[in-house]
């Protein structure tokens, strides 16, 4: 949604004749939905926390662009709200989704692990009390948590 917002916005005449930072506002745009897409499929969930790091970069560095482009008065300033939001919006879920790696590294014990490595959706982690709690096998989001779905391994 982000990257779609901000090539609508980029056709404006007003940016369209300021081809740098159009440009620059679709190639961070695409750099953020690139990050995350080559984060989950890298070799470990350190790499994706990495990878999810560049990701709130890029997403910050379109919300930069768009402080330039209200400046410059060629948005107005409910164009610029609703894209500043929009990533905002993108640096908060990759934040948390971080948190979630590193709490769930910390329960497994270690970070190198494959993102997508477990043929199970849910897996067992250990509690401080010593009991068992089922988890999401990519994310480590509590199985609790997740609306919708089951705590019963798949088929």
Known sequence: ML???VYRLVRLPAL????GLADQMRRASVSTMNNIA???DSSSRNEFKRFLRYAI?????IQSCLYVALDEKCI???TFQSVYDQAQKVRQLCSGLVR????YSKAVGGGEGRVNESPMYYTQLKTPDGGARRAHGRTGILAHELPGFST???A
């Open 3 to 5: 990257t779609g917002q």
């Open 16 to 19: 369209r004749n300021d081809h």
């Open 152 to 154: 019963e391994p798949r």
């Open 57 to 61: 970069r890029s997403a910050s560095e």
């Open 38 to 40: 080559e984060g989950f």
């Open 76 to 78: 107005d300033r409910a």
């Open 100 to 103: 979630r790696l590193t709490a």
